[in-house]
C-alpha cells in the first residue's frame, strides 16, 4: 500500500529530476522516460529501437500501393503510427540521458547516426514504394534522404567550428516527420475513397517538399554559420 504522503507516483517510479534552467513542469514523456529507466531501457538502445520504426514505416509505405486498397489504408495509418513513434523514441533518449543522468561515452554517435540511417530508410521506402507508377519517385527519395542527411550534417559542422548548434530552417527532423504523417494519413483517406493517383501525387508531393524544404534549411544554416564565422 503506497504511502499518501509519498510524492512519488503510485506505481513507485521515481520522476526523472529536472535539468537545471529547465522549468519544472508535469510531462507525460517524463513519466514515461522514468518508467522506461525503471525498466532497464538506455538511451542508445532507445535510439536504435527508433530505426526499427523507421524501418516498418518504410516498408508500409513500400506496399501500401502493391497491396489490396483495404490493406494498403491499414499500412499508411500503421507507418504514421511508426512515424510518431520514431518522434516520441527521439525525444525519450534525450530525457533518458540529460535528466537520467545517462549519458554514455558514445551518446553523441547514437543520437545522431540512428536518424540518419532513419530518414533513409523512411523516404527511399516511399520512393521505392511510388516507382512502378512513377519512374523517377525513387530519384525524389533520394533526393529528400541526402538532403535530410545534409541538413544534419551542416549542424553538426557548425558544432565542429566551435559554434552554437544552428537547428533553424523549414525543414527539421521534426518537421519531416509531422509532413511524412500528415501525407501518410491523407494518403489512407484517399485510398480508401479509391483515389489511387491521388494518392501517388500527394506521396509524391510529401517527398519534393521534404526534399525543397531540406535544401532550403541547409542553404540557411550554412548562411548563418558563415555568418558567425566572419563575425568573430
Given at each position: 500500500?503506497?504511502?499518501?504522503?509519498?510524492?512519488?507516483?503510485?506505481?513507485?517510479?521515481?520522476?526523472?529530476p529536472s535539468t537545471p534552467g529547465e522549468p519544472a513542469r508535469?510531462?507525460?514523456?517524463?513519466?514515461?522516460?522514468?518508467?522506461?529507466?525503471?525498466?532497464?531501457?538506455?538511451?542508445?538502445?532507445?535510439?536504435?529501437?527508433?530505426?526499427?520504426?523507421?524501418?516498418?514505416?518504410?516498408?508500409?509505405?513500400?506496399?501500401?500501393?502493391?497491396?489490396?486498397?483495404?490493406?494498403?489504408?491499414?499500412?499508411?495509418?500503421?507507418?504514421?503510427?511508426?512515424?510518431?513513434?520514431?518522434?516520441?523514441?527521439?525525444?525519450?533518449?534525450?530525457?533518458?540521458?540529460?535528466?537520467?543522468?545517462?549519458?554514455?561515452?558514445?551518446?553523441?554517435?547514437?543520437?545522431?547516426?540512428?536518424?540518419?540511417?532513419?530518414d533513409t530508410l523512411i523516404f527511399l521506402g516511399v520512393g521505392?514504394?511510388?516507382?512502378?507508377?512513377?519512374?523517377?519517385?525513387?530519384?525524389?527519395?533520394?533526393?529528400?534522404?541526402?538532403?535530410?542527411?545534409?541538413?544534419?550534417?551542416?549542424?553538426?559542422?557548425?558544432?565542429?567550428?566551435?559554434?552554437?548548434?544552428?537547428?533553424?530552417?523549414?525543414?527539421?527532423?521534426?518537421?519531416?516527420?509531422?509532413?511524412?504523417?500528415?501525407?501518410?494519413?491523407?494518403?489512407?483517406?484517399?485510398?480508401?475513397?479509391g483515389w489511387t493517383q491521388w494518392v501517388e501525387a500527394l506521396?509524391?508531393?510529401?517527398?519534393?517538399?521534404?526534399?525543397?524544404?531540406?535544401?532550403?534549411?541547409?542553404?540557411?544554416?550554412?548562411?548563418?554559420?558563415?555568418?558567425?564565422?566572419?563575425?568573430?
Amino acid at each position: 500500500m503506497s504511502d499518501p504522503h509519498d510524492p512519488r507516483p503510485s506505481d513507485d517510479v521515481a520522476p526523472l529530476p529536472s535539468t537545471p534552467g529547465e522549468p519544472a513542469r508535469p510531462d507525460w514523456r517524463i513519466r514515461l522516460a522514468a518508467r522506461l529507466r525503471s525498466r532497464g531501457a538506455t538511451p542508445n538502445g532507445i535510439s536504435l529501437f527508433a530505426i526499427g520504426l523507421a524501418a516498418l514505416a518504410g516498408l508500409s509505405f513500400f506496399f501500401a500501393l502493391r497491396d489490396p486498397p483495404l490493406a494498403g489504408v491499414v499500412l499508411l495509418v500503421f507507418a504514421a503510427v511508426c512515424l510518431q513513434g520514431r518522434m516520441l523514441c527521439n525525444r525519450l533518449d534525450g530525457l533518458l540521458a540529460r535528466r537520467g543522468g545517462m549519458v554514455g561515452k558514445a551518446g553523441e554517435v547514437y543520437s545522431d547516426a540512428p536518424d540518419r540511417l532513419a530518414d533513409t530508410l523512411i523516404f527511399l521506402g516511399v520512393g521505392y514504394g511510388l516507382a512502378p507508377w512513377l519512374s523517377w519517385a525513387s530519384d525524389l527519395g533520394w533526393a529528400a534522404s541526402l538532403l535530410s542527411v545534409g541538413t544534419a550534417y551542416v549542424r553538426v559542422l557548425g558544432l565542429a567550428c566551435g559554434l552554437r548548434e544552428h537547428a533553424q530552417g523549414p525543414m527539421s527532423r521534426r518537421m519531416r516527420m509531422i509532413a511524412m504523417s500528415l501525407a501518410a494519413l491523407l494518403s489512407a483517406i484517399g485510398l480508401a475513397l479509391g483515389w489511387t493517383q491521388w494518392v501517388e501525387a500527394l506521396l509524391a508531393a510529401a517527398l519534393a517538399a521534404v526534399a525543397l524544404g531540406a535544401a532550403v534549411t541547409i542553404g540557411l544554416r550554412l548562411r548563418s554559420i558563415v555568418r558567425e564565422l566572419e563575425a568573430r
